[in-house]
């Protein structure tokens, strides 16, 4: 949470403007609110200080409908989202929530990635230690500036952070760029300015878009080496290059930086095909908004731009396989008129009738669990077949 701090009393200020409005994160790092910059503890004076106070202090309490922490405890118990002006009780404004987006209340065109992550957190601050670790990177400096990076990629990019399959360096000096391998998505960042420096992130491609990855050699000589990634049309989705030359040492490190990458990369590409965890449909208030969100990640895992029109014929699709293949079998019917008593099914799209059948379907089988049970079974594993199927239709 802020705190503020009283500059004229010696308090930690912001290195950059001045400002006592630092948010420490859990990763040892600050962050100034005005400015939305993040530095390192040892970049503040006092700045240690500050951050090891800030592992005693509770997470942030986040509206589940639209993420914020602007929340106004009432004197029942309950809160009140100050933007939306709605009321949630206190076990639904748990800061380890994911934000449950309302269809009735925005369109998945709205639900940019850095809005709508793909069911994680993605509370920057997260202790990377194991990231680390994995790629080779000890030196404690590099840990704290990489550390940085990744609470950037995280707020840019609205990276989960249990979505992040690991990450990778580039380059030999003291100021190398590093990769961000999500579940998703590649990022790269790194840090610019002499002076007024500041963090850079941007997305290199999504993991869907590659069909084929290579390591290569090439340029004169072969000086250059790469990680070479195809689509499925046998064009370049990126290329990262190396260039050889230097001390003995260089050659070494540059290759174990490209065989991590691409086995960090490769690693990505096989997690894909598994559906991501998600909270069953058994705690959504609208199943048929369930599948909605459902076919958002699945038409933004596909590496296609989210659009209302598409994630709504997914779903569509979705709902129209869950009523013949999961409804009938479970209520022992031919015919889904049979679930309603006249023997009629009201007027309606699939999707603007999935909630009022599912009722139906309930009522019929006598318990709702084995019914949210077919149906997570089935969003699971047919995941990977829509992600194919949505990115080679619109890719």
């Given amino acids: 949470m802020p705190l503020d701090k009283n500059p004229a009393s010696g308090g930690v200020v912001c290195p950059s403007c001045g400002g006592d409005?630092?948010?420490?994160?859990?990763?040892?790092?600050?962050?100034?609110?005005p400015e939305d910059q993040?530095?390192?503890?040892?970049?503040?004076?006092?700045?240690?200080?500050?951050?090891?106070?800030?592992?005693a202090v509770p997470p942030r309490?986040?509206?589940?409908?639209?993420g914020t922490t602007r929340l106004d405890e009432q004197p029942n118990g309950t809160y009140r989202c100050i933007p939306e002006d709605k009321i949630f009780g206190r076990h639904e404004v748990d800061a380890s929530a994911r934000p449950a987006v309302s269809h009735a209340d925005r369109s998945p065109t709205q639900q940019t990635r850095a809005s709508r992550p793909l069911g994680r957190s993605?509370?920057?601050?997260?202790?990377?230690?194991?990231?680390?670790?994995?790629?080779?990177i000890s030196d404690r400096r590099d840990q704290e500036r990489y550390g940085r990076y990744l609470d950037a990629a995280v707020a840019q990019e609205g990276i989960g952070v249990d979505d992040i399959v690991g990450v990778g360096e580039k380059g030999t000096g003291s100021r190398n760029d590093l990769y961000v391998i999500a579940r998703q998505t590649i990022a790269h960042v790194t840090e610019i300015g002499m002076f007024s420096k500041?963090?850079?992130?941007?997305?290199?491609?999504?993991?869907?878009?590659?069909?084929?990855?290579?390591?290569?050699?090439?340029?004169?000589?072969?000086?250059?080496?790469?990680?070479?990634?195809?689509?499925?049309?046998?064009?370049?989705?990126?290329?990262i290059i190396w260039g050889l030359g230097g001390p003995d040492?260089?050659?070494?490190?540059?290759?174990?930086?490209?065989q991590h990458l691409f086995e960090v990369i490769s690693k990505a590409m096989d997690s894909l095909s598994e559906a991501p965890r998600r909270p069953s449909v058994a705690s959504a208030s609208s199943k048929a908004g369930a599948l909605m969100d459902w076919a958002a990640d699945v038409v933004n895992a596909a590496g296609v731009p989210v659009s209302d029109g598409v994630v709504r014929e997914h779903a569509?699709?979705?709902?129209?396989?869950?009523?013949?293949f999961t409804f009938l079998p479970l209520g022992g019917f031919d015919d889904l008129n049979k679930f309603y008593p006249n023997g009629e099914m009201p007027a309606g799209s699939v999707l603007e009738t999935f909630d009022d059948l599912y009722e139906h379907v309930i009522a019929r089988v006598g318990n709702a669990r084995p019914v949210d049970q077919a149906i997570?079974?089935?969003?699971a594993d047919n995941w990977w077949e829509y992600v194919n199927g949505c990115r080679q239709t619109y890719a």
């Fill in 21 to 33: 409005d630092l948010e420490p994160l859990p990763s040892g790092n600050l962050r100034c609110v």
């Fill in 38 to 55: 993040i530095f390192g503890k040892n970049e503040i004076p006092g700045g240690d200080t500050l951050a090891i106070a800030a592992a």
């Fill in 61 to 66: 309490l986040r509206c589940p409908s639209c």
């Fill in 122 to 136: 993605t509370v920057p601050g997260h202790n990377y230690a194991n990231l680390f670790i994995d790629a080779g």
């Fill in 198 to 239: 500041r963090i850079e992130v941007r997305s290199i491609a999504p993991i869907a878009a590659i069909s084929r990855l290579r390591g290569t050699q090439e340029g004169f000589k072969g000086t250059d080496i790469t990680i070479t990634a195809n689509d499925a049309s046998g064009g370049i989705a990126f290329k």
């Fill in 249 to 258: 040492w260089v050659e070494p490190l540059i290759l174990r930086q490209r």
């Fill in 316 to 324: 569509m699709m979705a709902a129209g396989v869950i009523r013949m």
């Fill in 376 to 379: 997570d079974k089935w969003l």
